[in-house]
């Protein structure tokens, strides 16, 4: 085989609790996960050595060296399988970047799945679970897609079978943000308001909702710990999220450490009437529409 591609779908977090700080510097979570269908493609050609480009309306803020979680992720499997195998990995991003989606995890796990394919190794999918975990605490999901509950720092997961489809849209600030500074943030919030952070509860009437298909009632338990931490690092996101709600959303909220938005729709048609009304946001560079659950990233 000279080359193979996969697609990768984005992320939205519909409950992410933030516990205390960790020794190791993170956070234990319940962090339900939940896979949207905006797609980056990861095309992994023959090549003698591990390079990537990047190509798409965001290619010119991702890292095209070692700091590409894509070029890690297929070094790291490399090491596993205990050759130095090469590959040409070519991303057409549609994910935002530094957006709280978590497009770079998208891009290691697709990069994962294609190289295993490419090289032939035929590895089993709990190995490249492992290796993902290893990449980043959001990489081990952005393998499974569907929808999950993550526990640990996010890569333990379990899976959550839904009932039907649920439509989203989601507003894209401009510029991106660092999700160790939204974490810091956050505990930051916290000691200055004297409150320990809460054991990481996963909460049942959310899970209820995405297992019965419930869209009003997953609409209202929709909560992101981090949410205060992005909008004092971000105030204009507050316009963002009113904007949402004065447009009729069945809830929204912060998706991970932002700055991206996301909106639940009653329907596909709900979803594309937020997203017009959340383009015309002073801070929103573009509104996307998605449904979720999606599967994760398999060979074409
Ligand atoms: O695992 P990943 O490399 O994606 O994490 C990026 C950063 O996000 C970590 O260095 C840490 O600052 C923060 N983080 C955290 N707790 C988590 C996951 C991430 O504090 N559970």
Redesign the pocket.
Known sequence: MSSVTVRVPAKVNVQLSVGP?RED?????VNVFHAVSIFDEVVANESESITVSVVGEWADQVPVDDGNLAVQAARALAKHAGRAYGADLVIRKAIPVAGGMAGG?ADAAGALVACNELWGLGLPFEDLLEIAGDL???VPFALLGGTAVGTG??EQLSELPTGGVFHWAFAVADGGLS??RV??ECDALRAAAGAEAPWPQADEALLAALRTGDAPALGARLANDLQPAALALRPELAGILAAGRDAGALGGLVSGSGPTCAFLAADEEHARRLADALSESPSCRTALTAHGPVSGPRPA
């Open positions: 700080l510097g993170y956070h234990d979570l995890s980043g605490s959001d720092r996010g999700t160790p974490y810091a």
